[in-house]
Structures are given as structure tokens and as C-alpha cells.
């Protein structure tokens, strides 16, 4: 299953060894779902990551973090976005989710923020947004 993974779930994965978002990562990992992955995808999961909020709560170490992120971006399918689709979403910032999840033919986008992919001005057929425990839920 194709799956375009936010940055609030790999964060989450980051700062909680346990839930529903480090089980998304883990199935990731796995080869059980294929997150898709985008230039802007890329730079938003490598900034926040290192942020130092983000590394100030983060339950495992710095090198941990770097490991965890190489070997999540290894398993990533990468797709060129090629057609924007804006405006589309109440947050700019989240339109390239849309667009990458298109482009790549995901069936999910998993994402804590389910209340601004709903307000969406396109639909996507076969494109759901899910929580991450939503997504285990399904399996």
C-alpha cells in the first residue's frame, strides 16, 4: 500500500517509543506499507527533525535519530511532483502532501491533522487521509 507519511507522524514516532505513529514507521521499515517521498517531503522531515525542540524531547539519541531517519528515507519511494494543485488546502504548507500522494498513486496520506485535509477544495478519488491509529486499525 502506497502511504505518503506527514512530518507530525514521524515526529511523534521520534518522541514516543510506543503508538500508533512509531508502528507506522516500523510497518515503513518493513516494506508493509511504501511511503512515497518528495524533494519538499524530504526537506520539511530533515528540518523539523533537527530542531531543537524536537531533539530537546526526543526519547532516543541524536545518532538514533540520524539512523532511524536514513533507513526511513531508504525504504521511500521517490516521485517527482510535477502538476501543483493549489490552492487546495486552508494550510499552504500541507498542498504538497496532496500533490506527492497524487503523483505517486498513494492510497493514504497519514497525517495527525485530519481536520485541514478535510476542508480541502479537490477530491481525489482513492485518496483517504487516516490517522496513524486509524491506518493500524484497518490492518
Known amino acids: 500500500m ?7 507522524v514521524l515526529v ?3 518522541l514516543s517509543p510506543e ?11 518493513l516494506g508493509e506499507y511504501d511511503p512515497l517521498m518528495s524533494q519538499a517531503l524530504f526537506l520539511e522531515h530533515e528540518a523539523v527533525l ?3 525542540d524536537i531533539v530537546g ?14 533507513a526511513f528515507a531508504s525504504r521511500c519511494r521517490w516521485v517527482r511532483v510535477y502538476y501543483l494543485w493549489r490552492p487546495n488546502l486552508p494550510d499552504e504548507a ?22 485541514d485535509f478535510s476542508r480541502t477544495e479537490l477530491r481525489f478519488p482513492g485518496l483517504r487521509v487516516l490517522t496513524p491509529s486509524h ?4 490492518e
Not at 100 to 107: I, Y
Request: some cysteine; proline content about 0%.
Open 2 to 8: 502506497r502511504v505518503v507519511v506527514d512530518t507530525n
Open 57 to 70: 524531547h526526543s526519547r532516543i539519541t541524536e545518532e538514533e535519530r540520524r539512523v532511524l531517519w536514513a
Open 135 to 138: 491506518l493500524i486499525a484497518e
Open 50 to 52: 533537527s530542531r531543537s
Open 94 to 115: 500541507d498542498n504538497h502532501l496532496i500533490e506527492l500522494a497524487v503523483a505517486g498513486g498513494a492510497e493514504i496520506i497519514v497525517t495527525h491533522n485530519q481536520r
Open 19 to 29: 503508538g500508533a505513529s512509531r508502528e507506522v514507521i516500523r510497518r515503513c521499515l
Open 12 to 14: 511523534s514516532a521520534v
